[in-house]
């Protein structure tokens, strides 16, 4: 039905956290110390990812768990705190 096979597509998301952590890999939010549009779009997709039940089989989990990702659940929980 889709043009990659489940396999591919498991590997484009586990390649697009990669590009977002090393993105914040020096400052709190994508641009600095202020959260803005593109952290808040962003905590809401990766909400989906934190929150998907630990029984369910998700490769993306990993991704977002390996340490490598950290600067994405600092993310997620400075997101998650703001007000």
């Known amino acids: 039905m889709g043009v990659h096979k489940p396999e591919k597509i498991i590997v484009f998301g586990q390649n697009g956290l990669k590009v977002l952590s090393d993105m914040l890999a020096a400052t709190p ?35 977002y768990s390996e340490s490598q990702q950290s600067s994405l659940r600092a993310l997620y929980n400075s997101v998650a705190s703001s007000k």
């Open 29 to 63: 939010f994508f641009f600095g110390d202020k959260p803005t549009t593109l952290d808040v779009v962003s905590f809401a997709s990766l909400a989906e990812i934190h929150f998907v039940d630990k029984e369910f089989d998700f490769p993306c989990r990993l991704a």
